[in-house]
């Protein structure tokens, strides 16, 4: 009898704890997304291997893809979700990216307390070279 009323707030423990590490797994490739955009866009040698879109390292578009493509096939980001400040970009200053994304929790009930899902935000800054 106790067995079976423990049994569902154990299950709904285990799921939380599963979910939460999900969250921060995620979280911790945004950030390095956000590294890998903010490298691309310090490194002027980046426009060498860069993607087909690049006029130069530079390049929004490069910053872009460089985000994207050190991000899980899941996770997907619109050009909005991903912040490049400042927009020039001039030897010696920190340029920083930023990507935002809505992570959409395991367990049924969280809607009620995340309708839109819990935003995960990754950064990552250095400096130009």
């Known amino acids: 009898m106790e067995f079976a009323l423990t049994l569902p707030v154990i299950i ?7 979910d939460f590490a999900r969250a ?10 956000a590294f890998q955009g903010a490298r691309t866009a310090s490194d ?21 893809s460089a985000v994207r493509s050190d ?3 899941d996770v997907v980001v619109a050009d ?3 912040t490049i400040s400042p927009s020039g970009r001039v ?7 930023t990507v935002s994304w809505q992570y959409t929790p395991l367990l049924p009930f ?5 309708p839109t899902g ?5 950064t990552g800054a250095m400096v130009t070279r």
């Not at 969280?110 to 995340?114: D, E, G, L, P, Q």
């Open 12 to 18: 709904l423990l285990v799921v939380g704890v599963l």
């Open 24 to 33: 921060y797994k995620y979280g911790l490739q945004l950030n390095d997304a």
């Open 44 to 64: 002027p040698a980046a426009a060498d291997t860069g993607p087909p879109c690049l006029v130069s390292s530079l390049h929004p578009c490069a910053i872009r």
């Open 71 to 73: 991000l899980p096939s």
């Open 80 to 82: 909005s979700d991903i």
């Open 91 to 97: 030897t010696g200053n920190t340029v920083t990216v």
């Open 110 to 114: 969280s809607s009620v307390f995340f």
């Open 118 to 122: 819990v935003p995960l935000v990754g």
